[in-house]
């Protein structure tokens, strides 16, 4: 018999209460522990304020689109196309500024373009009733050749306008913002989220039905509109993404962000989400953006090869899981 | 009925009839249960009981007949409607959202909000009241529904219940995985709430609480009604004779036998917590029973013996091998476990029955028909009812489940078997077809290790019986020399709650 079926007394789970709250700063102690690491051994290169500057620009990216890939994954779903979708969404961006829209026209055209984008995938993963899975790994490849047909198998460079400044550093008047304007959109947005997961009726039904989909739509939760709001926010975040992407870039290129797809999958699994639904947080996420550029970066100034830091990278993956499984459990 | 004939009662269901495919499962059901009243639903499994839950619950639509709440028809096109309409279930398997706080659960797809922001206070007080109905105010809100014992989970989901107001309150065997204090609670709890006026139909197997519990009962045998009435001073075997549709006087039957040489010895076995050094030695052609309370670390002595789990000190030996124990080692020297987790350990409960069956040795290249014919004669032998054996596992009752894990000992040729609470949750029928196969296997040589909490089998079937208290085992009697006494007292030790499942 398991212990389980017996009556666990009160003390006991207020000591469980007790053994979560490390389980929330895993993550974060990581990103502690690495950032000193290579502030020791690199204090000069690494640890200065412009090199913070750099990460956090690294990081905005991902981070982005790391955010709506939160909510899909909480909800027990994934979503494998959504590197295609920034592509997508940044070849938008730069076909619009070079036919001559305005660039806050192109900018609010290509978000709506990534949110269609995820409202497809919501509409098919709950119409057609097929794994989240195999539709995006479907949309992965048809995303893609939408923003290749789109640019003409090309690169579209339109004119500078401020799009290509909000990854770039804050100009003299503009001093007190300390990080681009970009990385700040990120924050916002990300607090956003978070309140939207806690206060919010919306939020709280995405952490249901990733927890037990069947109770939830016993309980009359929507599940199926749920679902299609969830996909279309992770398109939207990814909307965020690709006009961040064709700020760095400066231009709509039709392969990029390839692969990014599991670095933001994995940003999410760092912060402690599970791939079976139900758990995950934003910040959580944010960290585990962060240590992967962390990582990155730390591993170059410190003149690693570039095999090595991915190898870095990936034991940390496995790392992060295992620390995740160690810690008590609420099956 | 206690109620004047111009009241109608609180639920009726009228000649409902329900095919799938050639079969009838329900083939002309009625039942009527009043405000205020405990009806008891009994049948074996594949009587026609979770059909006629479903087709209440809005699950399955009756294919004829008519229902009523109140005296107002009652046709539900979904579980979710059956819900707004004030019938809910709660089913064995239950269904929280684990992560989500016990708040959460409670009030899920109902929550207050302000616009589309949850009113955290509000929410609060429903809960609490809630609980407070279920008569469990000290549950923490905000503690993860998953971290909650089963008996605190069903509490919780009859608070639910409870919130949104519900008329009719169905309960699905909800004591197959209780002790027996928290049954008492929920006994309790179900007098108050039927106190209240609630409508409460329960489905048990337990004749003991149905008696228990109940002022009525109704007896479902082949999808009909085949009898029924007031439970206070109905006799158990005549309750179980309806359900069967015969007597059952050798429920348990144990032939002579002549137990041979030892084929399993464990020497001062001790797991990680639990066993601490037992000894046990176990002959061909003998049953040897295993009681005691639950937690008391019976089926970590089976786990450790066959494998599964690391050993501190001690020894098993298996006829004549002696060395390092893993679950395939111990497949290969004949000897086969059936877990008491069939569903999440036992079976493969998307892949065919036959596979199954073949699951400990499967050849390299299954061929889907050869593993059909090797299935058939086992499966004929434990009578399971299927339509064919390439039909997955999970579709059958849990009854015929069960039946496919014993099968597969069988169908591998298992000198010694361990079972552990071989017939928890099935119904009679299918108990009295595994005590019969249990018999049979013993006369034939071979032996078995029977782990249960259910008193009646151990001594109905078992040849010796030895109580497990704390993680040690002690003395082995023969059946003759002890009786349901004296195994509680052992099994009580000095333990301050006798727990056990069901006496």
Redesign the interface.
Known sequence: MTNTLEYSPPQSRSGSRRAMLPAQLGPLIGLLLVTGFFAALRHKTFASASNLQVMLTQTAVVGAAALGMTLIIISGGIDLSVGSCIALTCVVVAKLLEIGAAPIVAVALGMAAGCLAGMLIGVIVTQIRLAPFIVTLGTWGAFRSLAKGFADESTITPDPTWINDLLTRPGEGHRWMLVPPGVWVVIILAVVMMAVLRYTRFGRHVFAIGSNEQTARLCGVGVGRTKIMVYAIGGLFAGVAGVLQYSYLGQGDPTTAAGYELDIIAAVVIGGASLSGGQGTILGTLVGAMLMTVVANGCSKLGMRNWVQEGVTGVIIILAAAIDRMRPSSR | MTDSPTIPPRLRMQDIRKRFGATAALDGVDIEVASGEVLALVGENGAGKSTLMKVLSGAHAADQGSMALDGEPYAPRS??DA??RGVAMIYQEL??????SVM?NIL????P?RG???DWKRMREKAAAGLAAAGRP?I?LN?????L????QQLVEVA?AVAIGSRVLVLDEPTS???R??VEHLFALIRRLRAEGLAIVYVSHFLEEVQAVSERFTVLRDGKTVGGGMTAGVPAAQIISMMVGRDVEDLYPRSRREPGEVVLEVNHLAGLNEPQSVSLALRRGEVFGIAGL???G??ELLRAIFGLDPVRSGSVRVASYTGPASPARRWNQGVGMVS?DRKAEGLALSMSIAENLALSHLPAIPSPARLDTAAEPWLGRLNVRLRSPRQPVGDLSGGNQQKVAIARLLHHDAQVLLLDEPTRGIDVGSKAEIYRVIDELACSGKAVLLVSSYLPELLGVCDRIAVMCRGTLGPARRVCETDEHRIMAEAIGSAPLP?LHSI
């Open positions: 579980p979710l819900r707004r269904s929280l959202a684990p992560h989500l959460e899920l797809g109902m929550e909000t589309p922001i949850i000290d923490p503690l993860p529904a998953g971290r014992s089963i008996a605190e639910r995985s209780l002790a204090t928290d639950m937690g008391a019976r089926t008491e727990q």
